[in-house]
C-alpha cells in the first residue's frame, strides 16, 4: 500500500518565479494538507484541501494557493517566489484524525 | 488548540529508556495528546496519541498525568534508528484539521 507521494523531491526556482509541487494522498485517504518547513522549526500548516475545497488556511499569503482533484491528489502552488519561501513542503492525508506525511519536496528559491 | 512545552534537546544511550516530557498546562478536557517523531530528511512519522489513560503500542508508551497537565512519551529500549525530532501536540481528535507542530525535542541515541 503506497504512503503518501510527493513530486519533485527537489527543484531550485529563481526569486521571481512560480512552483507547483504535487501530492498523491495515501490510498483511501480524502483529506490533503500542506505544511511549510523551514530549517530548524516545526512545520507550519498552510491549508487543508477536502471535497475539492479548501477547508482551513494557516496564516499564509495569497501567493500560497492550492487544489485537490477529483482523485483526491493536490498541488501547492506559489507565485511570486522568495528567498525566504525555501524550505521543505510536506504532504499529508488523512482520513479522519490519522495523518500519513510523504517525504516532502525541498524548495530551493536562488 | 492548547500550547505545549518541550525541552529543545536529549541525550539517551542506546538500549536504554528514552523518556521525552511535554508539558500541556493549558489542555482541555476533550483534547488529546499526539506525538510524532521526524527522523533526518522524512516527514513526521505517528507514535502514539492518548486521552487521559496511559497507552502502550509497538512503538512507545504514553504516560499522562492524573490533572492531564504534562505527559511522557516512553521509549523502552532506544535505538541509534530512534534519533529523531519528537512532537507533542494538543488538539481535538475529531477536528480533522491543522497540526500545531513547536520546534520539538532533539533526541540524540548514542552508541
Known amino acids: 500500500d503506497a504512503g503518501v507521494t510527493q513530486s519533485p523531491t527537489h527543484l531550485i526556482k529563481t526569486r521571481g518565479q512560480q512552483v507547483t509541487l504535487r501530492c498523491s494522498p495515501k490510498s483511501g485517504h480524502d483529506t490533503v494538507s500542506w505544511y511549510q518547513q523551514a530549517l530548524g522549526q516545526g512545520p507550519q500548516f498552510i491549508f487543508q484541501?477536502?471535497?475539492?475545497?479548501?477547508?482551513q488556511r494557516g496564516n499564509f499569503p495569497d501567493r500560497f494557493s492550492g487544489h485537490q482533484f477529483p482523485n483526491y491528489s493536490s498541488e501547492l502552488n506559489v507565485n511570486a517566489l522568495l528567498l525566504g519561501d525555501s524550505a521543505l513542503y510536506l504532504c499529508?492525508?488523512?482520513?479522519?484524525?490519522?495523518?500519513?506525511f510523504g517525504s516532502g519536496t525541498r524548495l530551493t528559491v536562488v | 488548540d492548547a500550547k505545549t512545552t518541550q525541552p529543545p534537546s536529549m541525550d539517551c544511550a542506546e538500549g536504554r529508556a528514552a523518556n521525552l516530557p511535554c508539558n500541556h498546562s493549558t489542555i482541555s478536557g476533550n483534547e488529546y495528546v499526539y506525538w510524532y517523531r521526524q527522523i533526518h530528511s522524512q516527514g513526521p512519522q505517528y507514535i502514539i496519541h492518548g486521552l487521559k489513560n496511559n497507552e502502550t503500542n509497538e512503538m512507545a508508551s504514553l504516560i499522562i498525568t492524573e490533572d492531564r497537565k504534562s505527559s511522557t512519551l516512553i521509549l523502552p529500549h532506544a535505538t541509534l534508528r530512534d534519533t529523531a525530532v519528537y512532537y507533542c501536540?494538543?488538539?481535538?481528535?475529531?477536528?480533522?484539521?491543522?497540526?500545531?507542530f513547536g520546534k520539538g525535542t532533539s533526541l540524540l541515541v548514542t552508541p
Open positions: 499529508a492525508s488523512s482520513l479522519a484524525y490519522g495523518y500519513t
Open positions: 501536540i494538543v488538539r481535538l481528535s475529531n477536528s480533522g484539521y491543522a497540526l500545531n
Open positions: 484541501y477536502y471535497e475539492e475545497e479548501e477547508r
